[in-house]
């Protein structure tokens, strides 16, 4: 394949396809999440509009699923750019789901991917500015450092931490732990991954209007107040930040989170 490949998970909907049209533009792009027809209407709106796309199956939270991905990426051609924009959001599953797809979803997709990646390689992990706002106290951060030698010893003391919870609150205390270790976690990678040339960042959104950030609009809106752009932001607006990141002439930028909010957090 001459084109570079760019993988997007979460690639049907929102964020993800907003980022499968713009990097559509220079890349090969491979669109995964575990919805079949949604997939299939995100790749002919992507062909629609001249983008070289398929659609591969996948569910993040499930390793061998992940190595499916990366192998078949891999053997296409030469993989760029990782968008990992798949996740769950507090009203979508349980404490203990949303671990799995947000926390251990980020640990499949970095590892695996970087067992297939080389120099000019991009991974970017997609956080949550709601990992900035929840109180530190609540981050089982002594926990993180068990996401790069004992898995599962990592899976359990986050969700002991999220089960410390009453019951209603958990899956939103899931979602702000998870997202706040994927910060930590791009961190760590870009430096375990360094050597071999390629650099992981994380972005994390503030409110976007997206399916998933329709279900939350009501409480979005109420935030603005804060906010330096009293607006909800467009995924299109992520899609170029991400874009922007993993573009080979961004190659001094790595280990680091870049949050867009539109300034909320600044005005909290
Ligand atoms: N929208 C916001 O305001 C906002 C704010 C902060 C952070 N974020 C983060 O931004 C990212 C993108 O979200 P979005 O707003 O664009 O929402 P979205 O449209 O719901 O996109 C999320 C995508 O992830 C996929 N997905 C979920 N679980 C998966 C799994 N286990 N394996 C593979 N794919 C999976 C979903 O497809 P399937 O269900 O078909 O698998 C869906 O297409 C998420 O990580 C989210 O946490 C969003």
Not at 41 to 67: I, N
Not at 142 to 164: C, H, I, T
Request: one cysteine or more; glycine letters at 10%.
């Amino acid at each position: 394949m001459e084109k570079k490949i760019c993988v997007i998970t979460g690639g049907g909907s929102g964020m993800g396809l907003s980022t499968a049209s713009l990097m559509g533009k220079t890349h090969y792009i491979i669109i995964c999440g575990r919805t079949v027809n949604k997939l299939e209407s995100a790749v002919e709106r992507l062909q629609a509009e001249g983008v070289e796309c398929e659609a591969f199956p996948c569910d993040v939270s499930d390793r061998a699923s992940v190595k499916r991905l990366a192998e078949h990426a891999a053997a296409l051609g030469e993989v760029q750019t990782v968008v990992h924009a798949a996740g769950m959001s507090p009203h979508m599953g349980t404490g203990e789901q949303i671990i799995q797809v947000n926390a251990m979803g980020t640990i499949y997709v970095n590892e695996e991917f970087a067992a297939v990646m080389g120099e000019g390689g991009c991974i970017l992990d997609v956080s949550s500015m709601s990992a900035y706002l929840a109180p530190g106290l609540v981050m089982p951060k002594r926990a993180y450092k068990y996401a790069l030698a004992d898995q599962e010893r990592f899976y359990r003391k986050m969700l002991g931490r999220v089960n410390l919870f009453p019951k209603k609150l958990r899956s939103s205390i899931a979602y702000v732990v998870s997202k706040n270790f994927d910060i930590w976690y791009a961190k760590k990678c870009a430096g375990v991954y360094g050597d071999k040339g390629i650099r992981v960042l994380s972005v994390s959104p503030g409110n976007f209007e997206t399916p998933m950030g329709e279900a939350e609009k009501e409480e979005a809106l109420g935030y603005l107040k804060y906010a330096a752009i009293k607006r909800l932001g467009n995924p299109d607006e992520i899609a170029w930040l991400l874009a922007s990141c993993a573009d080979e002439r961004n190659s001094y930028l790595t280990g680091t989170d870049i949050l867009c909010d539109g300034g909320l957090v600044a005005g909290r």
